[in-house]
């Protein structure tokens, strides 16, 4: 049965850091695997979404990339801002199903 | 603009009553799942479908029923709400099962039963 576990849990830091969140899976059988960001009691707007031929992806101040041997993804932000507050999800993608982790709580102080 | 519509944002129900969630696609999408998301719990599926009339069972699918009557839309109906259901539901959907374009989210139903 696949497993999806971020950590860490939550992070805190500066604005203006560099960061890198993870996730890893037990089960290297998958098709795809997305990074969400959620706001607090608001829906999931997709960040990136690295399918399993590719390595890594890139949109503007975020680069996700996928080791899919290893089983894991991580999430680069570079620079981050306050306005990044928010839960980060990654979904790993297998057949009809998409298994979330239960995120990373990142908190950007000003 | 490609989205995935859900009603209502908000809903408060006393045990017992029966209630239907909506949920609408407009990108053609033939895979639409139903999650309900808990704290400490994460995300957890309660249904999916492949296509029209093809739905199946995910993770918590006890006190649910779904139908997928026509490939743009797929209700969420709770026939005897219970306390326990109180979560915020979200639909999804894709392209393909595997996902090629990714889920594309609805904006979440937060339901409340007393």
């Known amino acids: 049965k696949q497993e999806v576990t971020q950590i860490p849990a939550a992070l805190s830091v500066p604005e203006g850091e560099n960061l890198v969140l993870n996730c890893s899976f037990t089960d290297s059988a998958i098709y795809n695997l997305q990074w969400f960001r959620q706001d607090p009691g608001k829906g999931l707007t997709s960040l990136l979404l690295?399918?399993?031929?590719?390595r890594e992806q890139t949109s503007g101040r975020l680069n996700a990339s996928l080791d899919k041997s290893s089983g894991r993804s991580t999430l680069y932000i570079a620079a981050s801002q306050p306005g990044d507050s928010a839960t980060y999800l990654c979904a790993v993608i297998g057949t009809y199903k998409y298994i979330f982790g239960t995120g990373t709580r990142l908190k950007v102080l000003a | 603009e490609a989205q995935v519509t859900q009603n209502p944002r908000y809903l408060i129900t006393v045990t017992g009553k029966k209630l239907t969630v909506t949920c609408s696609q407009n990108?053609?999408?033939?895979?639409m799942s139903w999650y309900r998301q808990d704290p400490g719990l994460g995300l957890r599926q309660i249904y999916y479908s492949m296509n029209v009339e093809v739905t199946d069972k995910g993770d918590v699918p006890e006190g649910y029923k779904v139908s997928r009557k026509e490939k743009r839309n797929f209700p969420l109906i709770l026939e005897s709400p219970s306390p326990n259901q109180t979560s915020l539901y979200f639909c999804a959907s894709s392209s393909l099962a595997g996902g090629d374009d990714g889920y594309t989210f609805g904006s979440g139903t937060r339901l409340t039963v007393v």
């Open positions: 990108m053609n999408h033939e895979y």
């Open positions: 690295i399918q399993s031929s590719q």
